[in-house]
């Protein structure tokens, strides 16, 4: 069982050195602030400074940049995943015209079937197609979900296009400051 000393070294290091925490934030929250008015004029109104100071605060720990890098990795991993797929299906659909070619000597039967099969292909692209929008749908909101539970300031669970570009400009500057020297808490 530990011992009440125990107890303070499980406290993170910003609660050690209270200046380094603040030169942190006091960085994050500086960088956030010209980030966000490089962006168009309709994105900056929507990104409030209490929203950028709740950021850089969620920032502190480097826990939100592991959680954005590991949701970024297996984004992906799904859409190489979903575009091999569609590649498979194309690769299929040459194939089934190939083979249709080889039984047919027909010139006017090779006509008639491969107008019908490329026609039957479209559909059946197009219908993949809307799967593949679907599935990267349901990625954003698995996404969106992660997000809000751990805490990350401005992301919520969302259909609205400017909602979620407002979302895809807060990921970007995460991501930007994930790859900036950072001053670390000592």
Not at 71 to 80: A, F, N, R, S
Not at 111 to 116: G, I, K, L, R, S
Not at 152 to 168: A, L, R, Y
């Amino acid at each position: 069982m530990p011992s009440d000393d125990d107890s303070s070294s499980n406290s993170l290091p910003s609660s050690s050195n209270p200046l380094a925490r603040q030169r942190k934030l006091y960085f994050l929250n500086q960088e956030l602030q010209i980030m966000a008015r490089e962006l168009p004029l309709k994105y900056q109104q929507r990104i409030p400074n209490e929203l950028l100071c709740a950021l850089a605060e969620s920032l502190l720990d480097n826990t939100v940049f592991s959680i954005v890098n590991t949701l970024m990795d297996i984004q992906h991993v799904t859409e190489k995943h979903l575009f091999h797929e569609r590649l498979q299906l194309i690769y299929n659909q040459s194939l089934e015209i190939q083979e249709m070619m080889i039984t047919h000597h027909d010139e006017a039967v090779r006509f008639a079937n491969t107008n019908t099969l490329q026609l039957k292909h479209k559909r059946a692209l197009k219908e993949f197609d809307k799967n593949i929008i679907k599935q990267l749908d349901e990625k954003v909101h698995d996404q969106q979900k992660f997000l809000e539970k751990a805490g990350v300031p401005g992301f919520e669970i969302t259909d609205n296009p400017t909602k979620i570009q407002v979302q895809i400009r807060l990921l970007d500057f995460i991501l930007r400051l994930s790859r900036m020297k950072i001053p670390e808490l000592n």
